[in-house]
């Protein structure tokens, strides 16, 4: 004969003096509610299941995003490493439904069981990235089109121009120890400097109201703090096969080394700059005196100094000028011409008495 077990809300009911009629555990269910409790329910459930649902949909969004911008080798690490997790489960499965283990706790278990396993197959794999076939492309092969945008590029504020002319296609990226660089330049003493780092978080806070721009969403790449930021850009761009955009020299030296694609947009200035021949015409306006005697000084519209013999008779005019000598210097190009024979004469000057 089994024992039977303590029945203790008989013992409650006895040791408080209950009415036993209320023992009934249906009874609380039967009693009609009121139509304002009843009310209030039904609307926090709506809006519980509206505020989960808005969740799990954003969550659902993000992992497909996600999954859209992933390189094929890391996918295949993501299927296999899920199907192994369910392998690995299976044998935990046929041995709790052998040991009869209570049904209602089992399917959680198993998923647990499923999402240990998965993870540390992923882990697995994408610790031995450098040894899978499937995981070692060139660098051309794992390119993204996600350009990532440094300091010294924001601040200079060109990239706001090639952006909405169209010349960079892509996800635009801006990490996010870039952000804290940007505020920490904003904020400091030097009137310069903070002068250039409000320009840059304007800059950005256009390009973000135009272009789709995503702020430290790869950082996890290069979470050293100690390190230099450059070095940090450059470990990101080789993690995810992303492009660089900058100025920066140094920057651009160093991870052309490493393969990395890098756009420079002092580069892309010289590249539009007027191609001038020799014997070509131009219309210049003088606009001041050069270092030698007789000579004038103009400008293009892009800023190239163009220094002209026997022009300083018209200074503030504009002058037909023929180009003698283009030289390529490390800061741009210098153009040499004199005054075409067809301008007229400059007045001449009036002698005192």
């Not at 809006?47 to 996600?66: D, H, P, Y």
């Not at 870039?178 to 904003?186: D, G, S, Y």
């Not at 272009?211 to 950082?219: C, N, P, Q, R, W």
């Amino acid at each position: 004969m089994g024992i039977q077990a303590p029945n203790v809300m008989g013992f409650l009911f006895q040791k408080f003096n209950l009415p036993v009629a209320a023992l009934d555990s249906n009874e609380w269910l039967r009693s009609p509610r009121s139509p304002i409790s009843t009310t209030g329910l039904v609307a926090t459930g709506i809006f519980v299941g509206m505020f989960l649902g808005a969740i799990v949909l954003n969550s659902i969004a993000r992992i497909g995003n996600r999954w859209e911008n992933m390189p094929g080798g890391e996918k295949l690490n993501v299927f296999i490493g899920v199907l192994g997790g369910f392998v690995m489960a299976l044998p935990f499965l046929i041995l709790f439904n052998s040991l009869h283990a209570d049904t209602l706790y089992v399917p959680f278990l198993i998923f647990g069981l499923v999402l240990a396993f998965s993870s540390l197959g992923i882990y697995a794999l994408q610790s031995m990235e450098e040894i899978l076939p499937w995981s070692q492309k060139t660098g051309s092969q794992r390119r993204r089109g996600i350009k990532i945008l440094d300091t010294n590029v924001i601040i200079d504020g060109r990239i706001y121009d090639v952006a909405k002319a169209g010349f960079l296609e892509g996800q635009l990226y801006v990490p996010g120890f870039v952000l804290e660089e940007l505020q920490h330049i904003a904020d400091d003493h030097n009137g310069l400097r903070r002068q250039r780092g409000r320009r840059g978080l304007e800059v950005l806070k256009h390009m973000q109201a135009e272009f789709t721009l995503e702020v430290g969403a790869h950082d996890r790449h290069a979470a050293d703090s100690r390190e230099e930021v450059d070095s940090r850009i450059v470990r990101i761009a080789k993690a995810i096969g992303a492009d660089i955009v900058t100025n920066d020299w140094n920057l651009n030296r160093v991870a052309s080394l490493q393969d990395i694609t890098v756009l420079n947009l002092n580069d892309l200035a010289l590249a539009l700059k007027p191609n001038v021949l020799p014997s070509e015409t131009l219309e210049l306006m003088i606009t001041r005196e050069g270092n030698q005697i007789g000579q004038g000084v103009g400008y293009l519209d892009d800023g190239t100094m163009v220094v002209v013999e026997n022009a300083k008779a018209f200074l503030s005019q504009t002058v037909t000028v023929v180009v003698t000598q283009v030289i390529q210097t490390e800061r741009g190009k210098m153009i040499f011409g004199e005054v075409g024979q067809n301008n007229a004469e400059p007045p001449p000057k009036k002698r005192g008495r």
